[in-house]
């Protein structure tokens, strides 16, 4: 019970520390996407206004060259109406609030709204910044109040001259709520704001109109006075908005009242101010809940996986466990097995000597016999001093040494036992050395055997000692078949095909009882009456199994019975 618990309060640790992390994850992604979609922002309104202020900072500049404007400062006042329609052709084209120009007292002497009820003729802007420094030979991009309009706007100056003396200055007014209202067609991002700073710290224009003029500093008192001298503003005094910022992992992060924002800025090109687009974050923390809830979901789905998992693989461990001891005791059983069907099969060649043994001794007596002869023979021939006869004597007497050393040779080769070792053999030649094993029997039996005539390069896979072993129980067992039939013929067929050898076994005895070709191939079923040990044909299948063989038996039509034996003549796999 103890165990339980703690693994449960393991479990609720782990999740508590995946939300944890879940919920800092997706907020610094949601935080970084949100810098990123800034810096878009911001980099898209700076081309766009940075783009327009070029465009209009290019018409003072044109209108400087224009000859007719020229000789009007210069006094020709017969140009003054085609000059005030220039003017207004001018604004209406370009889509400037206002052009006009201005003489060296800074008086205005021509506009684009001279026929309007607040046309500028009449007024006195040598005040102003613009023109003071246009008439001082700088071309001016100013921001200021308008003296009757008070809009806001941008004021482009730069001096008209005839022959290198400065005789009046041309002006172009941009309101800068025009930028306001094309920034709504170019950025549609809801939760995003932005302001244009001055370099005095004021906000020349955004899209909150209560951070119009004001700024988001505190400014000092000789800033003040400066913006009072200036009268760029005119009478008004801006108002410091309450903010709070700071920068976390690179990031500007911006609180205004409620609201929290990650910021970006850019200079712009064309004019002295930095752009700030304001991104907001606030509901930021918020927008982690369906990730809470997925991490949430899946930490409990994959528990309940790995639980059932785990249920499975201590079941499948068990079942392994079992399932090795069971392997364990299945090999240890077949080891026994293995050895048990050695001793068999030993036991199967031993009863088959056995069984031969009687012709066994004859075959060996009968030559011992005849080398005494001719050795009592070769003693007197000696006496005789018959070298010749004696050489004869000799000889034959080496013969039959060489005959008994053969047979001899022969069965102890055959009895003892061995490692199962595939090679090709010649049929034959497997064949003849278990009929010279089986002739005692074969004699014994008075069995006429035809010999095997077929072709010497017919090759089988087997192992040689196994495989004549089978054919000396065969053999021997169709000869033991034939003991009592009128007649008693042993012959041999062979049929080779693609990549089989078939060998027939044929006798011309009694053949196989009905009833017994059921049990015929198991081990301790014997359809002799007294001796044997019924394991011979059961022992001599598994064999011929083991060389990927065939071994079957059937009744002849003219009476008898025959094994048949299929081999490969091809290597068919490896058999330590």
């Known amino acids: 019970m103890y165990s339980f618990s703690k693994k449960i309060i393991s479990i609720g640790i782990l999740l508590i520390l995946i939300l944890v992390v879940t919920f800092w994850l997706g907020r610094a992604h949601d935080v970084g996407q949100a810098a990123l979609q800034a810096k878009r922002q911001v980099t898209q309104l700076n081309n766009y206004i940075d783009t327009e202020l070029a465009r209009f900072s290019a018409i003072p500049q044109l209108?400087?060259?224009?000859?007719?404007?020229?000789?009007?400062?210069?006094?020709?006042?017969?140009?003054?109406?085609?000059?005030?329609?220039?003017?207004?052709?001018?604004?209406?084209?370009?889509?400037?609030?206002?052009?006009?120009?201005?003489?060296?007292?800074?008086?205005?002497?021509?506009?684009?709204?001279?026929?309007?009820?607040?046309?500028f003729l009449g007024s006195n802007f040598a005040f102003r910044p613009y023109f003071k420094r246009a008439f001082a030979g700088e071309t001016v991009a100013y921001f200021a109040l308008g003296m009757r309009s008070e809009e806001r706007g941008i004021y482009f100056s730069q001096a008209v001259y005839k022959q290198s003396q400065a005789i009046g200055v041309v002006v172009l007014k941009v309101n800068v709520n025009k930028f306001e209202n094309d920034r709504k067609l170019l950025n549609t991002s809801q939760g995003s704001h932005f302001y244009l700073q001055l370099a005095d710290e004021i906000i020349a224009m955004s899209d909150v109109e209560q951070w119009r003029l004001n700024s988001f500093t505190q400014l000092d008192i000789t800033a003040r006075r400066d913006i009072k001298s200036r009268r760029a503003y005119l009478?008004?005094?801006?108002?410091?908005?309450?903010?709070?910022?700071?920068?976390?992992?690179?990031?500007?992060?911006?609180?205004?009242?409620?609201?929290?924002?990650?910021?970006?800025?850019?200079?712009?090109?064309?004019?002295?101010?930095?752009?700030?687009?304001?991104?907001?974050?606030?509901?930021?923390?918020?927008?982690?809940?369906?990730?809470?809830?997925?991490?949430?979901?899946?930490?409990?789905?994959?528990?309940?996986?790995?639980?059932?998992?785990?249920?499975?693989?201590?079941?499948?461990?068990?079942?392994?466990?079992?399932?090795?001891?069971?392997?364990?005791?299945?090999?240890?059983?077949?080891?026994?097995?293995?050895?048990?069907?050695?001793?068999?099969?030993?036991?199967?060649?031993?009863?088959?000597?056995?069984?031969?043994?009687?012709?066994?001794?004859?075959?060996?007596?009968?030559?011992?016999?005849?080398?005494?002869?001719?050795?009592?023979?070769?003693?007197?021939?000696?006496?005789?001093?018959?070298?010749s006869a004696l050489d004869e004597s000799l000889t034959v007497i080496a013969g039959l040494v060489e005959r008994v050393h053969k047979i001899v040779g022969q069965l102890k080769h055959f009895s003892k036992p061995s490692d199962m070792q595939l090679r090709p053999y010649p049929l034959?030649?497997?064949?003849?050395?278990?009929?010279?094993?089986?002739?005692?029997?074969?004699?014994?039996?008075?069995?006429?055997?035809?010999?095997?005539?077929?072709?010497?390069?017919?090759?089988?896979?087997?192992?040689?000692?196994?495989?004549?072993?089978?054919?000396?129980?065969?053999?021997?067992?169709?000869?033991?078949?034939?003991?009592?039939?009128?007649?008693?013929?042993?012959?041999?067929?062979?049929?080779?095909?693609?990549?089989?050898?078939?060998?027939?076994?044929?006798?011309?005895?009694?053949?196989?009882?009905?009833?017994?070709?059921?049990?015929?191939?198991?081990?301790?079923?014997?359809?002799?009456?007294?001796?044997?040990?019924?394991?011979?044909?059961?022992?001599?299948?598994?064999?011929?199994?083991?060389?990927?063989?065939?071994?079957?038996?059937?009744?002849?039509?003219?009476g008898g019975a025959e094994f048949i034996i299929s081999l490969s003549n091809k290597q068919e796999g490896k058999h330590d």
């Open 235 to 387: 009478d008004h005094q801006p108002k410091y908005i309450k903010q709070f910022q700071f920068s976390n992992e690179g990031i500007t992060h911006f609180k205004i009242d409620k609201s929290l924002y990650v910021t970006a800025a850019m200079p712009l090109r064309y004019f002295n101010a930095t752009m700030h687009v304001l991104v907001d974050i606030s509901k930021i923390n918020a927008a982690q809940v369906p990730r809470l809830f997925w991490a949430f979901f899946i930490y409990s789905l994959l528990i309940i996986i790995g639980y059932s998992l785990l249920t499975r693989f201590a079941g499948y461990k068990k079942l392994l466990y079992s399932r090795h001891s069971l392997e364990l005791e299945v090999i240890e059983r077949t080891q026994a097995l293995e050895k048990v069907q050695s001793a068999l099969v030993q036991s199967a060649k031993l009863a088959t000597i056995g069984q031969l043994s009687a012709g066994i001794n004859h075959e060996i007596n009968q030559p011992l016999s005849a080398i005494n002869t001719y050795l009592a023979s070769a003693k007197r021939l000696l006496g005789k001093g018959n070298i």
């Open 63 to 119: 209108l400087t060259h224009n000859e007719s404007l020229v000789n009007f400062l210069n006094g020709e006042q017969q140009h003054y109406s085609a000059i005030n329609n220039y003017l207004a052709d001018i604004q209406q084209a370009s889509g400037a609030s206002d052009v006009f120009v201005l003489d060296p007292q800074g008086a205005v002497a021509a506009s684009s709204n001279w026929q309007t009820d607040y046309s």
């Open 428 to 558: 034959a030649g497997l064949l003849n050395n278990a009929l010279m094993i089986s002739s005692a029997q074969l004699k014994q039996d008075n069995i006429h055997v035809d010999p095997p005539s077929f072709n010497e390069n017919i090759i089988v896979w087997v192992d040689a000692l196994k495989f004549e072993q089978v054919l000396v129980n065969l053999i021997t067992n169709a000869s033991q078949a034939m003991s009592n039939a009128a007649v008693r013929n042993l012959s041999f067929q062979v049929e080779s095909f693609e990549e089989r050898v078939k060998l027939s076994i044929l006798d011309s005895g009694s053949g196989i009882e009905q009833h017994a070709f059921g049990n015929l191939f198991e081990p301790f079923y014997s359809t002799k009456s007294s001796n044997g040990l019924g394991l011979g044909l059961s022992i001599s299948k598994q064999i011929i199994d083991s060389f990927n063989g065939c071994l079957s038996a059937h009744n002849r039509v003219e």
